[in-house]
């Protein structure tokens, strides 16, 4: 059991990851192009194999370095996002008899998650969320990102702990009132 659970943790944790690195290596290079920001690619220095990237000053690796660290939390709160938009309108346990019939009639019952699925996919983009305020609250220490960045972003990551802790919350009160039978099933 744990086993599978730990295996379908890696697998939600895949498309999360990817996206977070794109995202950051897309706010880099929209910095460069949109403020017009001079790059050189010196050849293979870092582990001789992977090339660095110099800036003409350090304002400019900051100003760029800003922006990737901007993309890259934004995409991780839009993920969060949309997973708590998911848990607390369209959760199988305790989603409305109406909204289940429109949607039944739209077609669109995949919207509806099942409890499993839903609470990992919660867990890995919290977890990436998370991270990603430590990583810009680190960024901050050393002067780096501007503080505003990692105080807004903690703000946000708190929020958003807290409603999806209010879905739990509303789940486990649910299991709760089950008949004994029936606990474990939704």
């Known amino acids: 059991m744990v086993a599978r659970s730990i295996t379908k943790l890696i697998d939600e944790a895949v498309l999360p990851a990817v996206i977070l690195i794109l995202g950051k290596m897309a706010g880099l290079f929209a910095a460069v192009y949109f403020l017009g920001l001079g790059f050189t690619v010196a050849p293979a220095s870092f582990l001789k194999v992977l090339p660095t990237i110099h800036f003409p000053s350090y304002q400019a690796y900051i100003l760029a370095e800003n922006f990737g660290n901007l993309a890259m939390f934004s995409l991780a ?5 949309f997973v708590i938009v998911r848990a607390h309108f369209f959760h199988e346990s305790h989603i409305p008899p109406q909204t289940h019939a429109r949607l039944a009639r739209l077609n669109l019952e995949s919207l509806i998650a099942p409890s499993g699925n839903l609470y990992y996919q919660a867990a890995i983009w919290l977890t990436f969320l998370w991270l990603s305020v430590g990583f810009l609250i680190v960024s901050t220490i050393f002067k780096i ?6 105080i807004i972003a903690f703000v946000v990551a708190a929020n958003f702990s807290w409603v999806f802790a209010l879905d739990v919350e509303r789940e486990l009160e649910i299991q709760r009132d089950l008949p004994a039978g029936r606990q474990g099933q939704i």
């Open 77 to 81: 709160a839009l993920g969060t996002i």
């Open 145 to 150: 990102t501007y503080p505003q960045i990692s």
